[in-house]
Structures are given as C-alpha cells and as structure tokens.
C-alpha cells in the first residue's frame, strides 16, 4: 500500500511516529503541497490531509476526485476553517455551541451595539488569527483599528476559570488533555486519562467527528457548572504526547487503504488507469 504524508513538516512527531510504524510494511511518503501543480500525479491509496492551506486542499480534492481516498476529506476540514459554518454544523447536530454571528469587520460589530463580555475571533481560523475577548467597547475599537477588515465571529463569552479541556480523535478513539485557555497565552498540555472525563464527553467528541465527517480532529470544550460548551473543533491537530495517538493513526490509514483496494475498481486500478491514459 502507498500512503502519502500531504504535510510540509513531515517531522511532526505525530507524522514522524506514525510513518515509523507504516514503514514496517507499507511504502510511505511527504509531499510538501507548496510544490504541488496541477500535474502532479496522484499515485498514492491514501492520503493524510494535514496541511489545510489553499494549495494542500486543492489537491486533496484532486486526489478524491481521480479515486484516492483522502484522511480527512477536504470538504470537512474546510468546514473547521469557517466558525460560521463550524457554528452551523454544530447546531444542527444539536451539539453545545455558543451563539455565533458573523460580522464583516470589528467596526460593522462595534456598530451593531453588542453586549459585553464577548469573544472575538476571526471567522476563518488560521495560524496567528485573532482570537480576543472584549469586556468594552474601547477595547472592540482597538480591535478595529488593528484588524480593521478582517472578517470575524463573535460569540458570547464563556467563563471557565481559565482551564480549556481537549479532547483529539482518531477513528473513534479519543485522547484527552488540559490546557489553560489560549487568552492566557501558550501553555503545555498535561493528558489526563478519557475514563477522567466527566461522564458523556467521550461519546460527545465521537458527535462531533459524525456531525462534521472527521475522523481524526480535535474538539475544545469549556465547562460551566457542569455543563460542556464546544467552542473548537480543529482537522487533524498535532497531538503531541498523547500516547497510542501515532498508533491509531498508523492503523486508520491501513484500514481504510484495505477497504479501499477491497471494492471492484479500486483506487488503484483507477490511478494505474489515469497513468496509463496521460502516458
């Protein structure tokens, strides 16, 4: 079976442990999307979408559509891009999800007379966005000025004494940590056993991955007296630390590789067929 990293840090540890593993038995390699064309072949049964820039989903639709099967598909982890669609999903799986409008600017929401505290966060999540909570109107009009056209969410704001719970998924099994809140700047992850979770949260994680058509993600929930508020969920995250994570990984992509080349006309009849075609 080929299997192929889509992934300019192929060093990941999560990437790097998997890869180790597939190896034993199965061809694996990195392909950086930034030197993806429209020409590149596609010649791997599995594909792990972990980059999610323009070019790495362009091509992972590619992938799908000459037969590949891609890890997760491009079309969901587009929809973890967009909080507004994310908002979406979210509620209409009846999943806890805080109130979510959208706002073409932080001046059109200063405009719009909102109520304090809030969380501003811009409405595509990327590396270094914004991610802010505003307790006046003062601070909304700071925001203005230094993102004055970025298009962003706003949400109401949920207290939670500082702690974020994250939960990662893969292929159903889920991982856990603490982690406090990303307002308060970059923090180590302590793992923390699922069975420590409190009751239903597991089974709520495993919610999101069918409402959203992951299979490996990440979900951020908060808890307010008792009570879980999803307020993330993120395609493929890294993971780092969580132990059995690169095992699970390992194992997805081989099951689904099998159940791949299982069906009449498989992805690799297909891509040899493509090949054969253009040459």
């Not at 390699?29 to 791997?44: G, Q």
């Not at 099967?69 to 999800?97: G, H, K, Y």
């Not at 966060?121 to 000025?145: E, F, N």
Request: proline residues 7%.
């Amino acid at each position: 079976m080929r299997i192929c990293l889509v992934t300019d840090r192929p060093d990941h540890p999560l990437l790097a442990e998997a890869r180790a593993l597939l190896t034993l038995r199965h061809e694996v390699v990195a392909l950086d999307p930034d030197t993806v064309t429209d020409r590149h072949p596609i010649s791997a049964d599995v594909y792990l979408l972990k980059a999610r820039t323009a070019k790495a989903l362009a091509f992972a639709e590619r992938a799908e559509r000459a037969g590949a099967r891609v890890i997760n598909s491009p079309a969901a982890t587009r929809a973890c891009q967009d909080r507004v669609r994310m908002a979406e999903l979210a509620w209409a799986a009846r999943l806890p999800f805080p109130d979510t409008r959208a706002f073409a600017s932080p001046g059109r929401l200063l405009a719009a007379d909102p109520r304090f505290p809030l969380m501003v966060k811009s409405r595509h999540s990327r590396r270094d966005d914004l991610v802010a909570r505003v307790d006046d109107r003062d601070a909304l009009r700071a925001l203005a000025r230094e993102w004055p056209d970025e298009p962003i969410v706003a949400q109401e704001f949920v207290d939670n004494g500082g702690w974020d719970h994250k939960l990662w998924v893969v292929d159903g099994r889920v991982f856990a940590g603490l982690r406090r809140t990303a307002l308060d700047g970059p923090a180590e992850t302590k793992p923390i056993s699922p069975e420590d979770l409190p009751a239903g949260w597991s089974a709520l994680a495993r919610r999101v991955g069918t409402a959203f058509g992951l299979d490996v993600y990440g979900v951020d929930i908060l808890e307010v007296a008792g009570v879980p508020s999803i307020i993330d969920v993120n395609a493929f995250p890294g993971m780092r630390e969580m132990r059995g994570a690169p095992e699970a990984l390992a194992a997805l992509a081989v099951r689904t590789g099998k159940a791949d080349m299982s069906r009449v006309g498989s992805v690799g009849e297909n891509k040899r067929f493509i090949r054969a075609s253009r040459d």
